[in-house]
């Protein structure tokens, strides 16, 4: 079964802030993807890749970078982080398949204040 | 563009009682439908898919059938336990990228 870990699990940062999520796939997947999940709003993709130097944007990109190093690293990068960035982040990854199907890290909380 | 819309945010039911949340979906081609599962604390799983017209998928006692007619793909289950209590998510692909379009869930819990 494909494991994809995120660190940290939980990030507390001011606004203006720089904040840097890791993501690490350890099944060899092409595709990696990062969501923010919101209440309300559901899971919301910010950015893809489907390899290391790779970058798709996603729906909701605006305040976030991302960049793949390698096959098995995601990076999510928010470099003047402000409080409407607060939320659970979730990294997953899959072969690319029709996009599915996603196994799911176990997910950031991020709190901008 | 792509969309997928749940219609009930939250659903609360009585152990053993009939489930349905009702998805409905837009895109243009033939995408595949799927639906995912996440208990509290964790990530969303990936549940079942299906890939055409009429076909069923089903994992765990869930199961849902592709209705391209109606465009939809609702999630049901006979006899709901403690255990189901999670956030249900339907989402679409395969429709010329490789990424999904999330509904924006729908919450299931046990009425004590």
């Known amino acids: 079964e494909a494991a994809v870990t995120q660190s940290p699990r939980n990030k507390v940062t001011v606004t203006g802030g720089n904040v840097t999520l890791s993501c690490r796939q350890t099944n060899s997947h092409n595709y990696m993807y990062w969501y923010r999940q919101d209440t309300g709003h559901g899971l919301r993709l910010i950015h893809y890749?489907?390899?290391?130097?790779?970058?798709q944007i996603g729906d909701v990109p605006d305040g976030y970078k991302a960049t793949r190093t390698t096959q098995e690293d995601f990076f999510l990068l928010l470099e003047l982080a402000s409080p409407s960035q607060t939320s659970l982040y979730f990294c997953?990854?899959?072969?690319?398949?029709?996009?599915?199907?996603?196994?799911f890290g176990p997910g950031t909380r991020l709190t901008v204040l | 563009g792509d969309s997928v819309t749940q219609t009930e945010g939250q659903v609360a039911l009585s152990e053993e009682d009939f489930l349905t949340i009702h998805c409905n979906y837009s895109?243009?081609?033939?995408?595949?439908l799927f639906w995912y599962v996440q208990y509290p604390g964790e990530g969303p799983q990936f549940l079942f898919r299906a890939s055409r017209d009429k076909e069923k998928g089903s994992s765990r006692g869930f199961e849902a059938t592709y209705d391209k007619g109606t465009t939809s793909f609702h999630l049901r289950k006979a006899s709901v336990q403690e255990s189901d209590s999670a956030v249900y998510y339907c989402?679409?692909?395969?429709?010329?990228?490789?990424?999904?379009?999330f509904g924006k869930g729908t919450k299931f819990s046990l009425i004590p």
């Open positions: 890749s489907y390899g290391a130097g790779n970058l």
């Open positions: 997953a990854s899959s072969e690319g398949d029709w996009g599915g199907e996603q196994y």
């Open positions: 895109a243009s081609g033939y995408p595949a």
């Open positions: 989402a679409l692909g395969g429709t010329g990228s490789n990424r999904l379009t």
